[in-house]
């Protein structure tokens, strides 16, 4: 289950993207390197795109703390 999720997460985070939280204390941290490694990046609301934080297709994994989110590959 492991190697899916880590498939899945590789294809959804080739991360240019739009990260919606749909809930009140949502947060979710983006890690630069495979298995959580490396320099992070946590969200805690609406982000439309992460050109601006400087981790525009850079994250490799990611941990959701809390709350439920949509990631999407491209900005829109």
Known sequence: MEVAMHTMLKSLLAVAG?????????QITFYE???????????????????????????ASVAVQSGTWQVCEDAQ
Do not use: H, K
């Open 18 to 26: 739009i990260v919606v939280a749909t809930q009140a204390g949502a």
């Open 33 to 59: 390197g495979e298995g959580f490694r490396g320099r992070a990046f946590t969200a805690d609301g609406t982000l439309w795109n992460f050109e601006p934080s400087g981790f525009n297709d850079r994250a």
